[in-house]
């Protein structure tokens, strides 16, 4: 699972360790909602191999699907409509990746020597093409965008749906948890409070467009000291120390009930 790197980048857990969901007998409605008691009516579970480094695992009913694919409803809430998001660094848009276009500038924010740490994307191209194509071509839990700001792209962004996604098995999820990856490109943008103000307009805005999340979460590695700095400096709180393939977290969440007092 890809960290969270702001510099170069009380309800039960709904999924018990280990495992992706199948279609059961009921499903969630079409406009996405769902009940809080039991966030993941119309799925069941079944054990998993935890080598899998692919964390966009977790299933969806068919039925549920098709509705998506009909347009009539959207894990994301249609965030390629969301627009614009004022910044006290000018007008920040979060613009779904185009691997035709953008693959080259990706790619070589992928190969930046302090990014690479973190991330563990570096080498060829076709490596970042086969992760950004892996969410593109998914089912639309998790949308790579480029972050533009005032028209020049300088950042790589993960929106995903938190609850659906194997980081779900490690926290007590709730319904619609909205998670965030942040990659800032360039070299000269690193260090400066440039994250934080990005990573603060960007979480205040997935609570506005999507009326359904009570919170926004995040996972940067517990060693990126700059990017946890980063997430508390946004109005995150530190929730707890979590265990993920290849790394040791920092469970970083924004509440909306929080987000004018943080």
């Known amino acids: ?32 909602a769902g009940s809080r008691d039991t966030p993941f009516s119309g799925f069941t579970i079944e054990a998993d191999d935890e080598d899998v480094e692919d964390t966009l695992d977790l299933h969806l009913p068919a039925d549920f699907l098709a509705r998506f694919v009909a347009g009539t409803a959207c894990l994301l ?14 007008s920040l848009h979060l613009v779904p990746v185009r691997v035709e276009d953008d693959l080259p500038l990706v790619h070589g924010w ?7 740490r973190f991330w563990e994307l570096a080498g060829p191209r076709n490596r970042t093409e086969e992760h950004l194509r892996a969410q593109l071509d998914g089912d639309g839990r998790s949308v790579p965008c480029l972050g533009v700001l005032d028209g020049t792209p300088m950042s790589y962004w993960e929106i995903y749906r938190a609850d659906l996604d194997r980081l779900a098995r490690h926290y007590p999820a709730r319904p619609h948890d909205t998670g965030i990856h942040l990659l800032v490109g360039g070299a000269a943008d690193r260090g400066r409070g440039l994250g934080s103000a990005l990573l603060r307009a960007v ?60």
């Open 110 to 116: 992928m190969n930046d020597p302090e990014v690479a």
């Open 1 to 32: 699972m890809p960290p969270t790197d702001a510099n170069a980048g009380s309800s039960p857990a709904p999924v018990p360790p280990g495992a992706p969901v199948r279609p059961g007998p009921t499903g969630p409605r079409a406009d996405g």
């Open 77 to 90: 809430d249609q965030l390629p409509t969301w627009g614009p998001v004022a910044t006290p660094l000018g």
């Open 203 to 262: 979480a205040d805005l997935i609570l506005a467009r999507r009326p359904a999340c009570a919170r926004v979460v995040a996972e940067p590695d517990l060693h990126n000291t700059p990017s946890v700095a980063a997430f508390l400096s946004a109005g995150f709180r530190f929730a707890a120390e979590v265990d993920l393939p290849g790394k040791r977290a920092a469970l970083m969440v924004r509440d909306r009930v929080l987000r004018d007092v943080l």
